[in-house]
């Protein structure tokens, strides 16, 4: 057809809007997707896939995340700090009872893009493991 045409978002003209989740007893993988597709704008009928169209969501109650079967003490996450005999493998277990946020900042990492466009998606989040957070100001949006 002629004269018709595709829209696509600009940077600077994309309205950024908060979103607040609680954590507790949601499965951790359901909850990823959730704040992920947020993240990317994909829930806006406005998304660009080369723009970053997405909104800030804070997470809390991080510490209170579900999870099924035995992942707390089998799944596990590893990192390598480089050097001979570096590797460090810790338990979901483990992880939760240290820093609760990790858990849930790594999954929701693993479901953006790995470019430059997922890490500024990548700040546009926060997580608390309680539920006092300091974004009371931006009055978020509750999502169930």
Same mark, same amino acid.
């Given at each position: 057809?002629?004269?018709?045409?595709?829209?696509?978002?600009?940077?600077?003209?994309?309205?950024?809007?908060?979103y607040? #989740?609680?954590?507790?007893?949601k499965?951790?993988?359901?909850?990823?997707?959730?704040?992920?597709?947020?993240?990317?704008?994909?829930?806006?009928?406005?998304?660009?896939?080369?723009?970053?169209?997405?909104?800030?969501?804070?997470?809390?109650?991080?510490?209170?995340?579900?999870?099924?079967?035995?992942?707390?003490?089998q799944?596990?996450?590893?990192?390598?700090?480089?050097h001979?005999?570096?590797?460090?493998?810790?338990?979901?277990?483990? #992880?939760?009872?240290?820093?609760?946020?990790?858990?849930?900042?790594?999954?929701?990492?693993?479901?953006?893009?790995?470019t430059?466009?997922?890490?500024?998606?990548?700040?546009?989040?926060?997580?608390?493991?309680?539920?006092?957070?300091?974004?009371?100001?931006?009055?978020?949006?509750?999502?169930?």
């Amino acid at each position: 057809m002629i004269g018709t045409r595709s829209f696509m978002a600009k940077g600077e003209e994309v309205e950024r809007k908060w979103y607040i #989740i609680d954590a507790e007893n949601k499965p951790l993988g359901r909850l990823a997707v959730q704040v992920a597709r947020i993240l990317s704008g994909k829930h806006k009928p406005t998304y660009t896939p080369h723009v970053d169209t997405g909104d800030f969501v804070v997470v809390i109650n991080a510490e209170k995340v579900g999870l099924t079967g035995n992942k707390l003490t089998q799944s596990t996450i590893s990192k390598h700090s480089g050097h001979p005999g570096g590797l460090k493998v810790l338990t979901y277990k483990q #992880i939760l009872e240290r820093r609760p946020e990790r858990l849930v900042e790594r999954v929701v990492w693993g479901m953006l893009p790995k470019t430059k466009l997922g890490r500024d998606m990548y700040r546009k989040l926060k997580v608390y493991a309680g539920a006092a957070h300091p974004h009371a100001a931006q009055k978020p949006e509750q999502i169930d």
